[in-house]
């Protein structure tokens, strides 16, 4: 029997903003939804998302817009390599800086084999993407302390800045994880499915009563 989509809302707790997606698990992970974030200026930012069966990340594209402004980027991985392309109208730098913000640069990575190690894909604010390595790893069945260190293909947000990073996920039962980046840390709640209820300092989740 095919599995429901489900319909996940949650509310930024670091910046005024709010997250919807929809998901279905039934054969790794498809995905597509919404961020509304007010910081550092306001921005719509919308992406799908799709994983292989093992839950290893293999497309994302990714639209963010504000006042006078467009990015896109997408992402795909094929032949264990990745391939990235992003587009631009308007200019987000020329808004950052009159609004008294430092400016980002441009979308999209200039060598995408830096990203060559990543087999999981990270959004910027966005607690959706902690789901995929936690089901890849199987980490909610393994013994608490259980630590995954992996790369990842993180894009920023509002820039749609491609960079590579590492994160370390910890174990701490079934329904926490420890989450680590360079000297951010958090303990995350999850649900049974492994989809994050509260991200301390960054999101909380609407759980219908």
Known sequence: MPTMPKSLLWTRTDTAGAEHALVDAGHGLTAHGTQL???PIPYTCRYQL??????????LEVEVEGA??????????????????????????GVLTAGGHAPVGLPG???????????????????????????????PAAPAGTA??????WVLLPSLTVVPAEQ?????????????SDSFSA???????GFVVRYPGVAERFVPG
């Open 50 to 59: 799709a994983t292989d069966p093992e839950w290893v990340s293999v497309r």
């Open 109 to 139: 990575v200039e060598d995408p084999d830096r990203l060559a190690d990543a087999l999981d894909v990270d959004l910027g604010g966005s607690p959706l993407f902690n789901t995929l390595p936690l089901r890849r790893l199987g980490l």
């Open 168 to 180: 370390v996920y910890t174990g701490l039962g079934p329904d926490r994880f420890r989450y680590a």
């Open 187 to 193: 303990e995350i709640d999850v649900d049974p499915d």
């Open 148 to 153: 995954h260190r992996i790369d990842v293909a």
């Open 37 to 39: 974030a007010a910081d």
């Open 68 to 93: 006078g402004w467009r990015r896109s980027v997408r992402l795909e991985r094929a032949t264990q390599r990745w391939r990235v392309t992003a587009a631009e109208q308007g200019d987000l730098d």
